[in-house]
């Protein structure tokens, strides 16, 4: 089918500012030409994802990730290629062109969604019928009122094996949609309902779509808790429970818990900025997204000791990203749900308003552990503390070293030693690992390049110079003509090389945006750093020609097998091949 128009695209570009865009996403600090922050892609303390205006396109030189307004939204909303463009063309103002560009997996994840509204709506339904009353009452016995219940587009899926694929066929809905929507599977016997017997929770993304479901069930068989898996809309590694309500409750932090229940329950107390994971460990990607909408995120996770280890994990997970983090110290029941029941509203707000730092909480768990009234434990609580404190800002240290001196009647001079001993032999054997980590990437690369091509680092450099030369000086095509695209030994080279010289030919444009459809949104971070590279160059054409030497002559020389070793169709494939 055809592809949208270059006009289309080109006028969408210049209707969407990549810095605009992205500032409503990351906090820009500008730096001489360019713009840098936080990448939203991966966790980072350190700044190095940059946005080059006069480019409109984007790179992070920490992981890589890179492209246009187009490639961002793909990346940071997941969508598809139509989806992210469409998305910009409504931000823009623009509508979208009738003349059948492909849109079919866009129509896919259209139907996904609406096959999903539907579904939550028979759910609700059912449950508000008298057929469903069961349901009810599990969420009323809960301590859920109608009102919390209906916000939350509670349900309940019927104990019969096909009460909703018959709901949804009566609705238009084939099979296969049902399918990768997930709410159906395929048995021995046919297909059937993949949520029976239990209550229902509709998982709804930021921008308000129904993407997946939770159910659990009404008494303690197993499974518990089963959840819609991975499907074109949902990625749960990638959601978060309630943030579409907690992004809207007006302020600046979220509170993490364990389950959609806590979340609830927690809303329904005032508590509307809590959030949960969707059925899985806390992810970095989790960890992003909440970074987003949030400048403290309060973690209240369960008691017990998978709720602790999980806590463990979400502490180290945020501590790789630039964002307060707070813990409170929790009683009257083993969650939240459980402790604003037995104890009320107010009392677990104290808890909240007197949360203790990521600092001060390693330090009240680890001073359990050792009998202060000895000086045995004083020392080895001393020792362990500072720790502690080696990874805390300077400020943190100054005041806990004071606080550490006082409690323990140690003069915080001996404190302050003992902390630079053990950063010193901290930093030695960071630099060790990273020094080890450079050697071990870089025999990593050299295998990679040999086995991929066998070919030398310097051509492989003079490859994607002549595409970055090309995309920023389209005049240097007059000088590689001859050149042929099997001399780009690379695989990605090669597809750029003939990407962009075909549209060079065809006298087409080269801004970014017209290769989102061909490049996938890696590829695109590859690319967009052979662009941003290759600007300013003194002298183009002088380069340009630099570089296809060194291919040709690492071609040559990687084909240069005597007359004596080669056969008629070696010298025909040789030769036919210099010769197009």
């Known amino acids: 089918m055809p592809s949208l128009s270059d006009s289309f695209l080109q006028e969408l570009r210049l209707k969407t500012d990549v810095v605009d865009l992205i500032s409503s996403y990351v906090s820009l600090k500008k730096r001489g030409n360019t713009y840098v922050g936080l990448c939203p892609f991966h966790n980072e303390k350190t700044p190095s994802f940059t946005v080059y205006e006069n480019t409109q396109s984007f790179y992070c030189f920490g992981c890589g990730a890179g492209g246009d307004g187009v490639s961002f939204m793909r990346k940071i909303e997941n969508l598809d290629y139509i989806d992210a463009v469409k998305v910009l063309a409504q931000r823009a103002g623009m509508q ?61 899926a019927p104990n019969k094996w096909d009460e909703l694929l018959k709901h949804l066929k009566s609705k238009g809905y084939n099979i296969s949609d049902m399918l990768a929507a997930g709410v159906v599977r395929k048995g021995e016997k046919g297909y059937y309902d993949y949520f029976r017997n239990r209550v229902m929770t509709p998982i709804i993304d930021v921008r308000g779509n129904f993407i997946a479901f939770g159910g659990r069930v009404l008494d303690d068989s197993k499974p518990k808790y089963i959840n819609t898996s991975d499907t074109l809309v949902y990625k749960k590694t990638n959601e978060v429970f309630g943030l579409n309500y907690a992004k809207d409750s007006g302020k600046d932090s979220l509170i993490l818990c364990e389950g959609y229940m806590d979340v609830i329950a927690m809303h329904q107390a005032g ?17 992003r997204l909440l970074s987003r909408y949030a400048k403290e995120i309060i973690l209240v996770y369960d008691n017990d000791e998978a709720g602790q280890k999980a806590l463990n994990k979400a502490i180290s997970l945020f501590d790789q990203v630039d964002i307060k983090i707070s813990i409170p110290t929790l009683s009257g029941g083993k969650d939240p749900d459980e402790i604003i029941k037995n104890l009320g509203r107010a009392r677990f707000a104290d808890m909240l308003e007197n949360s203790s730092n990521e600092v001060e909480f390693a330090i009240m ?30 400020i943190e240290q ?42 071990d990437d870089d025999l990593r690369k050299t295998r990679k390049e040999s086995f991929e091509a066998d070919t030398s680092t310097v051509s492989l450099k003079a490859q994607a110079r002549v595409i970055g ?36 030919r065809d006298n087409l444009s080269l801004e970014l945006i017209v290769f989102n459809e061909v490049f996938t ?15 300013n160059s003194s002298n183009p054409k002088k380069e340009f020609t630099d570089c296809i030497n060194v291919i040709d002559n690492e071609y040559k020389k990687q084909n240069s097998k005597s007359t004596s070793e080669m056969n008629d169709d070696d010298f025909r494939n040789f030769f036919s091949k210099k010769n197009t």
């Open 96 to 156: 979208m062109p009738d003349d059948g560009y492909d849109d079919s997996l866009s129509k896919k994840r259209r139907t996904i969604l609406e096959i999903n509204r539907e579904t939550a709506r028979f759910y609700h339904n059912y449950m508000m019928s008298e057929q469903g009353k069961v349901g009810l009452q599990y969420f009323l016995n809960r301590g859920l009122s109608q009102k919390t219940i209906r916000h939350f587009g509670l349900g309940y």
């Open 271 to 287: 508590f509307t900025n809590a959030v949960a994971g969707c059925g899985t460990a806390l992810t970095n990607e989790q960890v």
């Open 365 to 394: 768990k680890l001073r359990r552990g050792f009998n202060l009234q000895t000086t045995q434990g004083k020392s080895q609580f001393a020792s362990e503390a500072v720790k502690i404190l080696a990874n805390a800002t300077p």
């Open 398 to 439: 100054d005041l806990y070293l004071s606080r550490l001196a006082d409690e323990l009647g140690i003069e915080k001079r001996a404190l302050q030693a003992q902390l630079v001993e053990y950063s010193t032999r901290m930093a030695k054997g960071i630099k060790k690992r990273e020094y080890n980590k450079i050697i």
């Open 469 to 504: 030369l090309l995309m920023t000086y389209p005049d240097c095509y007059s000088l590689c003509k001859d050149l042929n695209p099997d001399e780009f030994t690379a695989g990605f080279y090669k597809k750029a090389y003939e990407t962009v010289t075909q549209r060079i």
């Open 521 to 535: 949104d890696d590829e695109m971070g590859k690319f967009t750093h052979l662009v941003s590279v290759s600007q």
